[in-house]
């Protein structure tokens, strides 16, 4: 039986090879194959906040005055983004389907102010393009923050069954 007066516990009658930490056996080797496979959709995630970021500073860029305030949303960027990755992962491709269309608005958008910024066309045609990007980028913002809490709310993850 145990001896609980001591300060930790140690049972006299069991062998010194329970107790002994070296010879208890390895984990499993986790290949990086393994871990690419866990962790795609935070990588997947991460480009996608890059890339609301990049958005914004261009289109914010066209405008005269540059709105410094705008960087203050980049923490929403980045929640939008991994909520992007992480419902790719799970294979939620319905639900991202709004937020992938605003996406793709914000993208037609953002590629057009960059080239009205080369070909220099007019400032109201950019102003009103760039105006059309900012709210488009917001939706999808605010789209893929709410999909990924409708979501997880009606179908909330569960932890695998146990192995033994």
Known sequence: MADFSLPAPFEPQKSEFIHDRATRPKGPAV???DLAARF???GFGAVFA???TVAMFELRDSWDNHREWLVSFIPFFAIAGLAFGYLAQQGKWEALAPAGAFLALTAIFTVSVFL???DQVSR???DTVA???GISLGVTIVAAMVTLFAV???NPPKAPP???
Do not use: A, N
């Open 116 to 118: 009205g910024d080369i």
């Open 152 to 154: 997880e709310w009606r």
């Open 131 to 133: 105006i059309l990007g």
């Open 124 to 126: 109201r045609t950019r």
């Open 162 to 164: 146990p192995l033994m």
């Open 50 to 52: 890059l890339l609301f």
């Open 40 to 42: 795609w959709g935070y």
């Open 31 to 33: 290949t990086w194959k």
